[in-house]
């Protein structure tokens, strides 16, 4: 009897369980472009253009190696409006009555699996280091869960940059010897681009025509979308970044997208790499003498550490966590969040960079973006909704508890122990983006003054009642208690006037 073994756009990885459990002699692999999936946020058109394109790949490299795959296309008109649609066509074909599925990264498409009436087997997901069961365990009985400890323990699991039971160098982290400024007109490497091929080229025309209207430039193109280029992708990273990419990894340059920042999220999201390997490949360049210590833990601890954590946060706390709003939060996403005009250089570099490449590193996503939303009081699920539509490598199990729980603390401290708020003084500190700013980021009050300077101390102000008894938020709120009372009143007044000026759609 055949079954329908479903293969996800963010599944493209050969050793997929759905794929290991399937047999290819009798099963059929469906493979499904829907509408409803490029347009229930709107996706950056790179975004989509680089999941199609891998997907088409995927499916020729699977047919090759002998499935029988039954693929619907966007463009073509017998193609149902949503995954679930095109499972009971492709049921209807082929008599099946059964789905095997490696379970998707979303509670929204598990939620629409169990609704078929196909008997749906969902598989764990085995591309990650810890399973949904075993974050499970580790999560049990603590009463805060923290990266850093779970991290300690898949070096332990992995025995990656370990030396017997303990860490290699005799330390677990150096962030200590990270997060330095680039010196004047150093030199960045790119990361690897890749020319577009036939199937990329048929991709970007059909997603021109139809996206057109979307936030994001689409052209020039140059994403690795199979499995060979992202493997090249991955070497180019580990030769010609990896070794300085602890040094600068916090730093913000205008006219500077990807610094040392490997861009492999997408990759590794995607299923094109396995994040075991990457790492090993990081570990190997230490024992090799190609990158130092401090580089390489730097890169293997937000793989290991980070990615796996964020994944088991998202399916601990269930469906209902991107709906969270610990703080209340309820403004609008500004204009500007889609290209609006602001007179901040450091949000209209991190936007610009957003809109051209569907990519922005880290630091411009939880210190810029996430920093004024947070400090603006935007309504999280908007936020979430931004961040999953404008970046390439955006999908739920990862985006949202970086945006719900790290940058806009909507989970009430799961993920992150503080806010991560900062006046301009923090965004002067690690970018060049002051330099050129109509705002005066050493202004505390009036017009010139910094919006991230007003807003700070308006938010530590307004959320006293939370934060001021958080350990590591006690400097901040003495040194609010410290200031004179009148600017402090001056403070909160020109912030309210800013927020004003904002919901009235004034540019600021
Ligand atoms: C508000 C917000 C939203 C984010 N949304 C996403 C998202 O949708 N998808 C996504 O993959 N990452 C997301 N991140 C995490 C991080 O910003 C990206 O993983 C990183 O910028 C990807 O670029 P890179 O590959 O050059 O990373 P590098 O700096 O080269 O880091 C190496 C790898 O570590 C992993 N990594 C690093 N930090 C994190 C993290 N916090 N969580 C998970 N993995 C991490 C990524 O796989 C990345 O490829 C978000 C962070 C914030 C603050
Ligand atoms: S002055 Fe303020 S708004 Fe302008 S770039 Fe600096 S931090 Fe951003």
Redesign the pocket.
């Known amino acids: 009897m055949t079954r329908l073994i479903l293969v996800l756009g963010d599944q493209l990885s050969a050793g997929l369980s759905a794929l290991a459990e399937a047999d290819p002699n009798t099963d059929c692999v469906v493979m499904a472009e829907v509408a409803a999936e490029a347009e229930y946020v709107p996706h950056h058109p790179k975004k989509i253009a680089l999941v199609l394109a891998a997907m088409r790949k995927f499916a020729e490299q699977l047919r090759r190696a002998g499935w029988r795959v039954a693929y619907s296309r966007l463009d073509d008109p017998d193609t149902g409006g949503s995954v679930a649609a095109e499972l009971l066509r492709r049921a209807g074909e082929t008599g099946a009555t059964e789905v095997l599925v490696t379970t998707p990264g979303e509670w929204r498409l598990i939620g629409q699996l169990r609704e078929l009436p196909l008997k749906v087997t969902l598989l764990p997901d085995r591309r990650f280091i810890a399973s949904r069961r075993d974050f499970e365990d580790w999560a049990k009985g603590r009463s805060q869960l923290r990266m850093e400890w779970f991290y300690r323990d898949m070096r332990r699991k992995t025995g990656l940059l370990m030396e017997g039971n303990q860490p290699a160098g005799g330390s677990w982290n150096y962030d200590a010897e990270n997060r330095k400024r680039p010196p004047s007109g150093h030199q960045f490497p790119a990361p690897m681009q890749f020319a577009t091929d036939s199937v990329t080229a048929e991709v970007l025309d059909l997603v021109a025509s139809r996206f057109d209207a979307s936030f994001g430039t689409l052209r020039p193109f140059w994403f690795a979308t199979d499995r060979v280029q992202a493997l090249q992708a991955l070497d180019h990273f580990i030769t010609e970044a990896l070794p300085l ?1 602890g040094d600068y ?1 916090d730093a913000m340059l205008t006219g500077e997208r ?1 610094l040392y ?6 990759y ?2 995607l299923g094109l790499l396995e994040p075991l390997e990457v790492c090993r490949a990081a570990e190997q360049a230490w024992r090799h003498g190609h990158a130092p210590l401090n580089a390489v833990e730097g ?1 293997i601890r ?2 290991i550490g ?2 796996e954590f ?1 994944r088991g946060i998202y399916f601990l706390e269930g469906a209902g966590y991107t709906a969270s709003n610990a703080l209340g939060h309820q403004r609008d996403l500004p204009a500007f969040y889609w290209g609006g005009e602001t007179r901040m250089t450091c949000i209209r570099e991190a936007v610009s960079q957003t809109r051209d490449e569907a ?4 630091i411009q ?2 210190m810029i ?2 920093n004024f939303a947070l400090l603006a009081g935007v309504d999280p699920q908007q936020v979430h909704e931004w ?2 539509a404008v ?1 390439a ?3 739920e199990w ?2 949202a508890p ?2 719900i729980g ?2 806009q603390f909507a989970d009430g401290g799961i993920v992150a122990s503080k806010p991560y708020v900062s006046s301009g003084a923090y965004i002067n500190r690690m970018s060049d983006h002051c330099k050129t700013c109509a705002y005066d980021v050493k202004a505390k009050t009036g017009d010139r003054a910094c919006p991230f300077n007003l807003l700070y101390w308006s938010f530590l102000d307004r959320h006293r009642d939370r934060f001021a008894s958080n350990p590591r938020m006690g400097n901040m709120y003495r040194t609010w208690e410290r200031m004179d009372p009148d600017q402090c009143r001056t403070i909160l007044s020109d912030a309210d006037t800013l927020l004003a000026r904002l919901d009235g759609g004034d540019i600021v």
């Open positions: 990419f990894q990807f920042h490997s861009v492999l999220s997408v590794l999201n890169f937000q793989i980070w990615r964020v990519y922005a590193h880290h996503r939880l973006t996430g961040y999953l970046y490598d955006a999908f990862v985006e970086n945006t790290m940058s």
